[in-house]
């Protein structure tokens, strides 16, 4: 296994146990955590083959999720405050309002 | 003979890079307290931080400590601190534990059996730096410049969005 | 144009008394206006038919063709509208408009109060229209049209008064009566398309005297079209509606269910002779449903109670002896007994009528009686009209049924000693039913109640007058030689010459018949009431028997309209319609539902399920690749 392979599976590993983790886990804030998890394996793979090219392509991509994840982050947390401010639990079970 | 010490040392400390943010990864998904779950975090990005050090985008790495563990990862923290309930009694596994574990596995093995080939061989040697953040910069700036205008404006929506939101907020608790 | 503007006439008038008189263009205008369009206006077809008589006599009776327009061109076949008038048009026209004029003009009197006056003159005048169209057409189809008019025009005037539900029944009845007379009239046409590609009745008859023989059976074609001409003309055993027909107004009665709507059927039988003459079967068919038609109404007749059903049966009765007639190939004679008929039919009925307007509405021979003093007009023509039933010399109605009885004896085509036996015995029953009528109503102790009594008067000129203008036609019609007329067109049957000498006794036993039918009436019914009441207990069951007219209205009803309305209830509404079609339509809809429902059952609320649904999805993609690609 060279090198390559191996920060694949990492990137893999992370993607994986990140999706797990929003389906497993009932606190809201530790599902938004998996989820900076799943970009940051996504992250990883991307730089992993930036690598092996000679343009700058890879790299600018990279920065772009860097934003787009800073953006994210920034707006899910609110949103997460007014829904725990409104139902007084972080327990996602409480949240089925879409049912039906 | 060094050459090869440190060939083998970078290898090593790459592997162990590696082996910790999936540790941290699991550990995330597995500890019971949020903070707990935050710190784990914390030490997968860091170490992610490195890897990519390792592999030469020393610029990718800064951005990453600054912008994921400097920002996002403060901000989460702060989320966590200010909304310490008493939960300590709620369950911390959701209905689908089962389905989950599962389904992780079989998406693994797809993953795997999908990419479980000899890879492209590279065209530059891992850890060789073929450009720095001038190079970057400039290319960023001259070939990519719609991108870079299109992240500001994604920046200032966020702004718009977050005020927004605390004027939601401002009315719900009002009315 | 001539013969176009003969039919047209009495549809101008409907399209006027129609939209002017009625309440659907506001009742714009008044009686006068309508008695003048509505009588003027036949009275000028009478006059046009008259010049074209003339017209066709100065031509050396060739036939006068009109085509008023072509209806349609389909592929190869070309359906026009046209008109034909040769010597058996002549006298059907004739008597069509004449009488038909006459009975407009007895209208005017006898409808004098009703609401409805102008709608019932618009309906006349479109029968009169729908009649035109049927003695004139060229072609079957021309004809079909004027045969489905004055059914519908018969439906409408016998509903006249449809406030009345039975009045509406009784008009339901004989348009659907017609109408399945209609079917078979229908198939012959189509076989004759089929056959010949073209629907013009003179053509029709010419390829069947051709020379080659034509590619359908005569006697196929002459059934079918018999079996519409059943319908129309109310024989066995479509003749049911004829008697409930009376519920309408009695003009209505003389003039389509006497003198014209009614012969069609004849008419129809004689014009396409062509097709007769060639089908044996068919004809013999026709002469004995005549009559057998013509002895079955006759006894139903001999106890009726209603004057006017009396005379209804009466009708069936005597069309049963025209189809005879055309059933042994005399179909001059036929036609001459349609004219005939029309005469004293017509001035029966509107004897009737005045007898019914004189008692203010009383049909019930047992509460009439001694009218004879005080209505003495409307007596004397009908003593006239009874005796030319009766086939009293010389009175219309011997020569032509005589002829009938000659040609049923002697015809060469078909005559035999039973069917004249039959028919001599319905003609002396005819003669003793028409006196019982007679003597019943006008002679004898009165039976009416004083308050009638006190207000019977006699009616007045446009209804007596008219009564005493086809009394005069009864008693001389008999002299105009209607079978030497259309002989040229319609040959009389050749007559096997060993049966000539028994020409005389069998005139000299009709004549004896309805002397005999005449004296047993006056024995019976001249006398005290207690001669009919003991004949009548005597013979209960008899008497009951053709009193409920042999039942065959309740069979028809147990036998074709409970099954037909158990079919319908049960398979057509309850199975077809309730359980198929709406349950087909409610089960998709449910089926909708029920699978809108299912997959509902998805969306749980649950963020955990959904992401799990994603990953699902992921790792399917990725299986899916890893075989495929």
């Known amino acids: 296994m060279d090198r390559t392979q191996l920060l694949i599976g990492v ?83 409480a949240y089925n309002e879409l049912k039906g | 003979m060094i050459e090869g010490l ?22 995330m998904v597995v500890l019971r307290q949020p903070m707990r779950v935050a710190i784990a975090l914390i030490t997968t990005m860091m170490l992610l931080g490195a890897i990519y050090g390792l592999l030469g985008v020393h610029f990718i790495a800064a951005f990453q400590v600054l912008i994921y563990v400097g920002a996002v990862m403060v901000f989460m923290v702060y989320t966590i601190m200010l909304l310490e309930m008493r939960e300590a009694t709620s369950r911390r596994f959701s209905k689908l534990l089962i389905p989950g574990v599962a389904g992780l596995l079989v998406l693994l093995g797809a993953i795997v059996a999908s990419v479980w080939r000899p890879l492209p061989s590279p065209v530059g040697e891992l850890g060789q730096i073929s450009y720095g953040i001038a190079g970057f910069s400039v290319s960023f700036l001259n070939d990519y410049w719609l991108l870079f205008e299109l992240t500001s404006v994604l920046l200032v929506a966020a702004v718009v969005a977050a005020l927004a939101v605390i004027g939601i907020g401002r009315r719900a608790s009002r009315g | 144009m001539m013969l176009t503007t003969i039919a047209l006439l009495p549809l101008l008038g409907f399209v006027l008394n129609g939209v002017l008189a009625t309440r659907l263009g506001g009742n714009l205008v008044g009686k006068p206006f309508v008695t003048v369009v509505g009588c003027g206006l036949p009275v000028v077809s009478f006059v046009l038919v008259v010049v074209a008589c003339f017209t066709l006599q100065a031509g050396g009776y060739a036939p006068l063709v009109e085509t008023a327009y072509r209806w349609a061109q389909i592929g190869e076949g070309r359906f026009e509208v046209g008109f034909y008038f040769d010597r058996l048009t002549a006298v059907m026209a004739l008597v069509v408009t004449g009488v038909g004029s006459v009975i407009h003009v007895y209208s005017v009197g006898y409808m004098k109060d009703d609401p409805g006056y102008g709608r019932f003159f618009a309906y006349l005048n479109l029968f009169l229209f729908f009649m035109l169209l049927l003695v004139l057409g060229r072609s079957l189809l021309v004809l079909f049209v004027g045969w489905e008019g004055v059914g519908l025009a018969s439906y409408l005037l016998i509903g006249f008064w449809f406030d009345d539900l039975a009045n509406a029944r009784a008009g339901k009845k004989a348009f659907i009566t017609n109408r399945i007379g209609d079917a078979g009239f229908l198939f012959g046409m189509f076989l004759l398309y089929q056959a010949f590609g073209t629907l ?29 001409a059943t319908g129309k003309s109310a024989q066995i055993p479509l003749h049911v509606w004829l008697p409930d027909a009376m519920a309408g107004p009695t003009p209505v009665s003389a003039l389509i269910h006497a003198a014209t709507m009614v012969t069609a059927g004849v008419y129809l039988v004689a014009r396409m002779s062509g097709v ?103 007596f004397w023509t009908f003593a006239i009209a009874t005796a030319a039933i009766a086939g009293i010399p010389p009175l219309a109605g011997f020569f032509s049924k005589d002829e009938i009885l000659w040609y049923a004896f002697a015809s060469a085509r078909g005559g035999s000693p039973l069917l004249w036996g039959v028919a001599a015995a319905t003609a002396l029953m005819t003669a003793f039913y028409m006196f019982r009528l007679l003597w019943l109503t006008f002679l004898g102790r009165s039976r009416m109640s004083a308050e009638v009594e006190h207000h019977v008067h006699e009616s007045p000129w446009s209804m007596t007058g008219v009564l005493a203008l086809l009394a005069l036609l009864s008693a001389i019609g008999g002299f105009i030689a209607v079978p030497h007329f259309l002989e040229p067109q319609l040959a009389l049957p050749a007559v096997d010459e060993t049966l000539h000498h028994f020409e005389t006794p069998l005139l000299v036993v009709s004549v004896v018949l309805a002397l005999a039918g005449l004296a047993a009436a006056a024995f019976l019914f001249g006398g005290p009431p207690e001669r009919a009441e003991r004949l009548r207990a005597r013979f209960a069951g008899v008497h009951r028997w053709l009193s409920g007219k042999y039942f065959i209205d309740e069979l028809y009803e147990r036998v074709i309209g409970r099954p037909l309305v158990w079919i319908s209830d049960r398979i057509f509404l309850r199975l077809g319609d309730r359980a198929l079609l709406d349950g087909t339509l409610n089960g998709m809809a449910a089926l909708g539902r029920g699978t809108g429902r299912l997959l509902g059952r998805v969306q749980t609320g649950s963020l955990h399920l959904y992401a799990w649904l994603v990953l699902v999805g992921i790792a399917g993609a990725l299986i899916w690749s890893l075989r495929h690609v």
């Open chain 1, 11 to 93: 990137a893999v590993a992370l993607f994986s146990l990140g999706l797990v983790g929003v389906i497993v886990r009932r606190n809201v804030l530790v599902m938004l955590m998996c989820m900076e998890l799943m970009l940051n394996g996504v992250n990883l793979s991307l730089v992993t083959f930036a690598q092996q090219t000679a343009t700058t392509v890879g790299a600018v991509l990279v920065f772009l999720v860097f934003v787009v994840a800073t953006v994210e982050i920034a707006l899910a947390i609110p949103i997460v405050l007014l829904l725990v401010r409104d139902k007084r639990t972080l327990d996602l079970g």
């Open chain 3, 200 to 228: 013009d009745m003179d053509r029709i008859n010419a390829a069947f005297g051709g020379a080659t023989l034509p590619a359908v059976s005569a006697s196929l074609v002459g059934l079918l079209l018999f079996i519409g």
């Open chain 2, 6 to 27: 440190l060939q083998t040392a970078d290898t090593l400390l790459l592997l162990l890079c590696a082996v910790g943010a999936v540790t941290g990864a699991v550990l």
């Open chain 3, 276 to 378: 007769y003459l060639h089908a044996p079967e068919a004809s013999q068919v026709i002469a004995v449903v005549g009559v057998t038609t013509a002895f079955f109404a006759a006894t139903i007749a001999l106890v009726q109670t209603d004057i006017k059903k009396v005379l209804a049966y009466s009708t069936i009765s005597q069309l049963g002896f025209m189809f005879l007639a055309l059933g042994v190939g005399a179909y001059g004679v036929a036609i001459f007994h349609v004219v005939t008929h029309a005469f004293f039919k017509a001035c029966l009925f509107l004897g009737a009528g005045s007898v019914i307007h004189a008692l203010g509405g009383e049909q019930d021979v047992r509460k009439m009686g001694g009218l004879a003093r005080r209505i003495p007009l409307t």
